[in-house]
């Protein structure tokens, strides 16, 4: 007391007289008096010692300051973080939650010297530590899962301390048949398969005792190796234990720990009752055994500033250095979390060092795009399905499996066969239409459009369709860049058209309008223009493929536009093919009552209100949160398949045909309706304006004359 008093005052000392640096440190402790505290008091005597000027404090977060638990504490610090307000500099937290906070921290590899960094190129420190190929946090503090023998009872029956599960269950089964009369309250292996985190560890461990090798890897879960693995711990629980028993949680295994009135106990590395005896836990075969890894790592924020990120980078070297964690280890008899101290002279004195090299450690793994805690209480209530229930194993696997699938429409599913069908079907009418502008009968009912503009419209409704054929397979980051890109120019070529034809067949005395009249191509090449300036800000921050993790387990992958740049380039070109539809439709509702052109317009105000609503649905789509990947391929691909049909089928095959039904005399009509030298007789009303009237007033006039005018003469 009086020492941390005393050092207490030469901090506050160097404070007043001294220029240092304050580094915020955070972490959660079930207990007041924590191994943090120690953490920070080393380095701030270090510090002093050193003339670091750095100061380094501590906010605990404890069950008698912070009523929720480390899960909530864990939401705490995700939250801090992505707020990114600097709160904290220095994070401490549990291994498992580091590609949760991974992309808020530095990579230490760039700051840590080689030396330093190699210390934990060994061992576990690299897998738990690293996020995206960065190493972000190392390890403090490990925890790790042994297996306890009642040494008593053992000795008593010449019985040796089991080394497989078989031999567990055997001596089990031979004890507790000799026991039962003498001892009732004796049990005989534990299991601690409780629905908390520490039946997450006790599943994760188990699994890899019943690997094939000692070099063997973690097992994917879905084959026959962890299949008949839980099977083999199914028949276990019914032969020595019971469902109620492998239920049991923490409180019941300390609880055994201390009495002694359990033959087998798994559990933490702890200080039990001396009658107990700590050992590697048992696996299918001699050598193999598994033991989950515990504990806690350290990291930076990234957002803190160079000053901040170089100190807290002295900070966790210290902590983390050779020789803090050989004294660290001396004093608490703790794991090191650096492998090579294991062949230390000094460590070797008061450690048993091969029964620290011949734990075999798993850590718990689980895809990155989960919340941890969810992935975990899953997993666990997936195997519990078989563990305590009727349900098959292979069943529950699967069950678990989709966790870490992600799925998509493929050709070889039925909704995908179906789909491919309906699209090859239409695909089939649309090259088949195309022949009706060379029949004689219909050529004239498509002299609407010049012969290039048609190519033109044709060809963007095509590379719009192109837009459904991307939505097959896995998603891919091509994939979406093709799927903007067809639509974005499918729509500009297939609807600009229109506008030009529009543009001829409405008569104004303004000169800018003239030109427009005069140079259809220009306003299709500046169109075109736009879209390639706004692909190309797409193209300079790509999409990246998010995952959609859904509660039913069916993930799937979708395109994601992250960067500010891509975000508003992307809604800008939805909203730019908009405004062209927009566009396109204002011009057709000005000449809707042309009694010329009345039969046309009518089929393509129809065509563009489908092309516009079907812009929206796709933006909507985007945006709502959908859960069911077939749901929303289904959605997407009926919404992108009407916008990209419903104008050619409309206008250029309906129309014709409706037409022909109709015998209408297009040839006379068109020739009415986009003759050059046709002028416009305004009504009563407009023949008193005022000559004098400005040209913008005229062009307004003009506007609603070619919007009421039904009579048009052509000067002879």
Known sequence: MVKHFLLAILILLHILYGYTIDIRSVAYSYFEDDIYSSFVNKFNKYSIENNLNITLTLNLFTPSNFSANTVDYGDLLETILKRKNRKYDIYFFEYMYNNRYGPYFIDLKEYLPKEHIDLYSTGFAPEIGTFENKLVSLPIIINYSVLYSNTKLLEKYNKPVPETWDELIDTSKYIMEKEKEIDPELISFNGLFDDSEMGTCSLFEYIYSCRDSIDSPFPSFNNDTVANAFKYLKDMKEKIASNEQFKESTLYTLEKLNDGKALFVKYWNITPNPVYKKSIIPGIKRGISGSTIGGESIGIGSDIGDKKINASIKILEYITSKEFRKNFTLETREYSTIPSLYDDDDICEVVDCEFMKSIQFVPRKFPPEYSYDEYSRKFRSYIYKFLYGDTPIREALNEFDYLNKFYSITISDTVGKYYAFILLFIVAIMIGSLVLPLKSDFRKYYRILYPDFWIFSIFGTFLMLGSCHVG?????????????????????????????????????????????????????????????????????????????????????????????????????????????????????????????????????????????????????????????????????????????????????????????????????????????????????????????????????????????????????
């Open 472 to 716: 097959f397979g896995s998603v891919t980051v091509i994939k979406c860049h093709l799927r903007v890109l067809f639509f974005s120019f499918g729509v500009s070529f297939n609807i600009v058209p229109y506008i030009c034809m529009l543009s001829k067949s409405i008569h104004l005395k303004n000169k800018l309008w003239k030109k427009i009249k005069r140079n259809s191509y220009f306003i299709l090449a500046c169109v075109l223009l736009i879209d390639n300036l706004l692909y190309w800000l797409i193209l300079m921050n790509p999409f990246t493929i998010s995952k959609k993790m859904t509660k039913s387990g069916r993930n799937y992958e979708r395109c994601r536009a992250v960067v500010g740049i891509n975000v508003i380039a992307f809604y800008i070109i939805m909203i730019f093919e908009s405004l062209i539809v927009i566009t396109t439709l204002y011009l057709a509702y000005i000449k809707r009552n042309d009694e010329h052109l009345k039969n046309d317009l009518r089929f393509l105000i129809i065509s563009l209100y489908t092309t516009l609503l079907s812009i929206i649905l796709i933006v909507l789509m985007d945006i709502v949160n959908i859960n069911d990947y077939v749901t929303k391929f289904i959605l997407f691909e009926v919404f992108y398949t009407v916008l990209s049909t419903s104008n050619h089928f409309i206008f250029f095959v309906i129309r014709p045909i409706w037409l022909y039904n109709k015998k209408v005399d297009e040839d006379h009509e068109y020739m009415k309706a986009f003759r050059s030298s046709a002028i416009v007789v305004l009504n009563s009303s407009n023949q008193k304006t005022n000559s004098r009237a400005s040209n913008s007033q005229y062009v307004k006039s003009s506007i609603i004359n070619n919007h009421s005018n039904t009579n048009i003469q052509l000067n002879p």
